[in-house]
């Protein structure tokens, strides 16, 4: 190790600033049903050992039925939100995972990547939200079937575990921007 990395210190501040969270509600019927095959055809793929604490997939998930036209959506949203033009946004991974009672996600942030994004396809009755503790006074996210929930990537989220009945199906991933 280099010696002049030896002596990192840290120091906390507080910072008041704002941060945006972009909802959007799709009606894709036939990529939900889609996404909620592949997801159970999978299976869990990272054995509980990521923060996800559910079924897992793969991470590279842009090809599969229903995640490659979920991936074109969100790219739009980026760009949609942006509107700048000399901006391109990649997709940088994208899984999907399905939760069933008492599964959660560990706190934890996706820096550095720009943007963070969240895809319900199917959430039952009573499923938790997404949690976001940084914002003042911590606030879920009312999650529904069809909502992708765009933030920032730096931005702690977690799941908390929750009773309900079935499974929620959830698709996340990350966007970096490519200056052109």
Known sequence: MDKSLVNIKKEDFSL??????????LNETEMNKDIEKVIDRYGDRQNHLTNVKAQMTDVKMWNEPGFKHLANIVLDVCKEIKKNKETNFILHNL???????NDYAIEHDHW???????YYPKVPKGAPGLFFSELENGVEIDIK??????????????????????YRYVVSGNIKEKIV
Do not use: N
Request: charged fraction near 15%.
């Open 16 to 25: 008041e600033s704002s941060t945006s969270i972009f909802k959007c509600q």
């Open 95 to 101: 899984w999907g995972m399905r939760y069933k009672a």
């Open 112 to 118: 550095p990547s720009v943007w963070s994004f969240v």
């Open 145 to 166: 079937s069809g909502l992708l929930v765009l933030f920032d990537g730096s931005l702690k989220h977690s799941v908390k575990p929750g009773v309900f009945k079935g």
